[in-house]
């Protein structure tokens, strides 16, 4: 996966004038429900600042120019109202060099295009104190198309990033959460509110918000996140915080979409449900759990309309804790296998495809009915040797198959090339159970055809190739039923 951090700084150092559109895996990357695109592109198009106060920094974070913020070492907002600093829109607020920190609070209202990137974010105020509970993030104010990544947000008051007030298309990515054990409101230990509150009925129809790739950690005792009217995304997450209330909180009309996440040793992964709300759950890994309710996560839900990958449920934990927060690097997947064939038999489809050049732990094969989608992995472990025959199958269907990789340390590279195959007797072109003169006509159309493609189907040895070893491994089987 491509690291953003260094795709910004690459920028930064040339000084580019013209700025791709961030791919977030979420929803802060379209602009409706639909999946039409949105151009997130933060500050990009303006100036590169790096204050040095709180004041500097709060002047170029309010303004309506487009800025890229840098943040070099710590900004303490302790000197400014409510220890807070609002956010314009078009803004890109970013760390650099040795534990970039902002000491307050971030409050993005009534903002659009901002990204927040590669920060410590903390907030310790005593409950008994004259100082605010405030949130490490808070997105309100209707909001949309805010992408926080790699961020560490901790021990701030009331909760470390909350989207509220109609705020839309959020994805909150790579971030680590987490509370200190002399962190002051034990009580009040939670990490993600969507939805602040059950009367909050405009909120029906926004709040779409996606987390993956996010570790919550020591002390973190619920709202992980706490959903109420949103369509929540909640996919490829590690959860380790023990001696918690609950994980995921399906409030009020709530959609939740929890996939391939690993829960750790944690109390009640997803919580009991509230009025009209709807979880769907698929892949999770779970260990050394309590509370597991079975009766929850086969509902029908959204389906996501932005690209994202969804990585193996038991591989998650090593690859998030290395690449989550705001120092966290994303593990370099392993090369992409490349030669795949499908060889079909009557009741089987054998796979073949070129050893990896690296060392890695194996791989993985998935299979679809419908091409270049709706993948789904044929086995729970990973596969040692480059060759794999599905027995899964039906004769005459057609299924689709990917190949991937796994290193050793447990990333997964992206899909190979897709090759097709249909179970049946070689020569039963029609799938009609015999082969006759009608299917030699597919043979005609394509002799000496040498277009991989368009012979995939019909291509007995794989060589791209329509001639006589096809011609005469159909009159092997010629009115075989």
């Not at 796979?351 to 009915?369: H, V």
Request: proline share 4%; net charge negative.
């Amino acid at each position: 996966m491509k690291k953003v951090f260094l795709s910004v700084l690459f920028c930064l150092i040339l000084n580019c004038s013209a700025f791709r559109a961030f791919a977030t895996g979420g929803w802060a990357s379209v602009s409706d429900t639909n999946g039409t695109p949105y151009n997130l592109t933060g500050g990009s198009s303006g100036t590169t600042v790096t204050p040095t106060t709180a004041a500097l920094f709060k002047t170029y974070a309010n303004s309506s120019t487009p800025y890229v913020i840098q943040v070099s070492g710590t900004i303490d907002l302790s000197s400014l109202s409510n220890h807070s600093v609002t956010v314009n829109s078009n803004k890109t607020i970013i760390g650099i060099g040795t534990s970039p920190t902002i000491y307050g609070h971030l409050n993005i209202s009534g903002a659009s295009n901002v990204i927040i990137s590669r920060l410590n974010i903390n907030y310790d105020a005593d409950e008994g104190s004259t100082d605010p509970w405030t949130d490490g993030i808070t997105i309100q104010n209707s909001s949309h198309n805010i992408w926080i990544n790699h961020c560490s947000v901790y021990n701030s008051p009331d909760g470390l990033i909350d989207v509220c007030e109609k705020s839309d298309f959020i994805t909150i990515s790579w971030c680590k959460f987490y509370y200190t054990a002399d962190a002051n409101n034990t009580a009040h230990h939670f990490a993600n509110l969507i939805g602040s509150s059950d009367s909050d009925t405009g909120d029906r129809g926004k709040l779409h918000v996606t987390f993956h790739h996010n570790w919550w950690a020591d002390n973190c005792v619920g709202r992980m996140p706490r959903v109420r009217f949103g369509q929540v995304h909640v996919y490829n997450n590690y959860y380790s915080c023990a001696d918690n209330d609950y994980c995921i909180h399906p409030g009020v009309e709530a959609q939740l979409r929890v996939e391939n996440n690993y829960f750790n040793t944690v109390d009640e992964p997803i919580d009991e449900k509230e009025t009209d709300a709807m979880v769907y759950e698929d892949g999770d890994y779970k260990t050394g759990c309590t509370h597991i309710y079975t009766d929850i996560g086969g509902d029908t839900v959204f389906t996501p309309p932005y690209e994202h990958r969804l990585e193996f449920g038991p591989y998650i934990k090593p690859v998030v804790m290395a690449g989550a927060g705001a120092d966290g690097t994303e593990l370099i997947p392993p090369s992409i296998p490349t030669g795949l064939k499908a060889t079909p038999t009557e009741t089987s489809v054998i796979l073949d495809w070129n050893d990896n050049p690296e060392t890695i732990k194996g791989y993985f094969i998935y299979r679809s009915t419908t091409s270049g989608s709706g993948y789904t992995r044929l086995k729970t472990t990973v596969t040692t040797a480059s060759t794999y025959t599905d027995k899964t199958v039906s004769y005459g269907t057609q299924y689709y198959y990917v190949v991937t990789s796994v290193s050793t340390l447990s990333s997964e590279s992206l899909y190979s090339s897709e090759v097709s195959s249909v179970p049946r007797i070689y020569g039963d072109f029609e799938v009609n159970q015999i082969v006759d003169s009608n299917d030699l006509g597919y043979l005609s159309d394509f002799w000496l055809d040498d277009d991989c493609q368009e012979t995939s189907y019909i291509d007995y040895d794989n060589d791209c190739m329509i001639n006589f070893i096809e011609l005469a491994a159909m009159a092997e089987n010629w009115f075989t039923q």
